[in-house]
C-alpha cells in the first residue's frame, strides 16, 4: 500500500498519544528527521540529533487548549505521529487550524501510515465549527513530503520563511501548505 490513503488492514492502529509515549514519540520524530532531511538540513545537524522525551513528555501532556497528538502503534511499538491544533501564524484567522508535525518512522514509510494519521487529524481539525482551513508548514526542499501532502490536498500558499538560525544553521527555509475545508451550503445531506 502506498501513502495515497488509509490502509484498511488491522496492523497498526492510532490512538491518542499520552506523556507516556515520550521515548517513542521522538525516537520517530528523530528518525524522520535523519532520513527526511538528509541533503536539505546540514549533516552535522542530523547527526547530533537524539530524542528528548523530557520536552516531548511535557508537549504529550499539555498540548494546549485545542491541541492533540496522536499516534501510529503496531505490534506495541509506535510507528508514526501526528501532532496538531490551533494555527500558531498571526497573519491568519484565529479559526485557522494547524498540522504542527506528522512523522512515520522511516521503515515503515509508503504503508499508509501517514495517510492515517493525516486523515484523522484533519478530521479531528476539520470537525471543529468554522473552520475555514487547515495550513502546515513543512521544508521547502523535502520533496517527498510536498508530494504526500499535494496528494492530499494540500497547496502552496506562497508564505515562505527561514527556519529560526537557532535551530538550524544556515539558510533552511519551509512553505506553508493550506488545505481548504468545504463549509456545509444550505441543502447539502
Known amino acids: 500500500?502506498?501513502?495515497?490513503?488509509?490502509?484498511?488492514?488491522?496492523?497498526?492502529?492510532?490512538?491518542?498519544?499520552?506523556?507516556?509515549?515520550?521515548?517513542?514519540?521522538?525516537?520517530?520524530?528523530?528518525?524522520?528527521?535523519?532520513?527526511?532531511?538528509?541533503?536539505?538540513?546540514?549533516?552535522?545537524?542530523?547527526?547530533?540529533?537524539?530524542?528528548?522525551?523530557?520536552?516531548?513528555?511535557?508537549?504529550?501532556?499539555?498540548?494546549?487548549?485545542?491541541?492533540?497528538?496522536?499516534?501510529?502503534?503496531?505490534?506495541?511499538?509506535?510507528?508514526?505521529?501526528?501532532?496538531?491544533?490551533?494555527?500558531?501564524?498571526?497573519?491568519?484567522?484565529?479559526?485557522?487550524?494547524?498540522v504542527y508535525a506528522c512523522y512515520v518512522h522511516p521503515d515503515q514509510w509508503g504503508h499508509g501510515v501517514g495517510a492515517a494519521l493525516l486523515t484523522t487529524a484533519l478530521g479531528t481539525l476539520t470537525g471543529r465549527p468554522g473552520v475555514p482551513e487547515v495550513v502546515l508548514w513543512v521544508l521547502e526542499g523535502n520533496g517527498r513530503a510536498r508530494r504526500f501532502y499535494e496528494r492530499h490536498g494540500f497547496t502552496p500558499d506562497g508564505t515562505r520563511r527561514l527556519l529560526p538560525p537557532g535551530r538550524v544553521p544556515g539558510d533552511v527555509a519551509e512553505v506553508r501548505y493550506v488545505h481548504a475545508t468545504r463549509a456545509p451550503h444550505h441543502g447539502d445531506v
Open 1 to 98: 500500500m502506498n501513502d495515497t490513503g488509509p490502509d484498511p488492514s488491522p496492523w497498526f492502529r492510532i490512538r491518542a498519544a499520552s506523556p507516556e509515549d515520550a521515548l517513542a514519540v521522538d525516537t520517530v520524530r528523530t528518525a524522520g528527521w535523519r532520513h527526511a532531511y538528509r541533503g536539505v538540513v546540514p549533516d552535522a545537524v542530523l547527526d547530533g540529533m537524539t530524542p528528548d522525551p523530557p520536552r516531548r513528555r511535557r508537549q504529550l501532556a499539555d498540548p494546549g487548549p485545542g491541541g492533540f497528538d496522536y499516534l501510529a502503534e503496531s505490534g506495541g511499538r509506535v510507528i508514526g505521529w501526528v501532532s496538531a491544533g490551533p494555527v500558531r501564524d498571526s497573519d491568519l484567522s484565529t479559526a485557522v487550524q494547524e
